[in-house]
């Protein structure tokens, strides 16, 4: 494994150890539940300069989104003008295509170690202590499939509980933030994407959950709510132009 990677991967592991002993005394044996998704939560409000930077990016498309469809309307039998008139757009408005993206392609790094920290068995020669301990009797590093197939059937309605939460929460997301993105983009032109299939990415958090171990899932569970609750407020107050 990559080494700056396995030193992050393990310094986190430890982090999230010494929080869920720290709740210990408090919260009994949901102590490595809530430590998992006070580390998340953590990571999230570090990376919100960024998220702040990746909605100010959409906004900014968003408005210059008629303008685009003009130049494209005006200039799309000459590939060399549009192309010239678009760099100049995006330079009189201090901004780039790439604008939000980037933000967003420099988190994927933590969320992957977040990620790896919640489902790798092994971390720097060790085992990963954090996914053999219990929530409601179910081992974290467990997946709903080895709860059934072992007969486990305790910690059958403790994934269960988790699957309705990233449910509701999918479905909050579609509503709230994914068909009012596709309706803007629609407004911008033909070359928009329609409303359809698209709208339903949030549930595969949901198909994740099923096969991830129990900790992926509270990590997924948290990390989604706290992205449908930052979205909502920064919409609301990110203003461009």
Known sequence: MFGPFTAVLAAAHTLTMTV??????????????????????GVRLLLLPLSYLQVRGEKTRARLAPRLAALRERHGRD????VAETR???????????AGCLPALAQAPVFTVLYGLFTIPEIDGAANALLALPLAGA??????????AGGAAGSVPVFLVLLALLAALAWATRR?????A??????????APAPGLLTYLPFTTVL????????????????????LLERLALRRLVRVG
């Open 182 to 191: 596709l309706v803007q983009q629609a407004s911008g032109g033909p070359q």
């Open 79 to 82: 590939p060399e003008r549009l």
């Open 88 to 98: 100049e757009l995006y330079a009189r408005e201090g901004t780039s295509p790439f």
């Open 20 to 41: 869920s002993d720290a709740l210990a005394p408090f919260l009994g044996t949901a102590s490595a539940a809530a430590a998992v998704a006070c580390l998340t939560l």
């Open 139 to 148: 081992p974290l590093g467990t997946t709903l499939p080895q709860a059934v």
């Open 176 to 180: 709230w933030l994914t068909l009012p």
């Open 208 to 227: 994740v959950a099923v096969f991830a171990p129990l900790a992926a899932g509270i990590y997924l569970a948290a990390s989604t709510a706290w992205t």
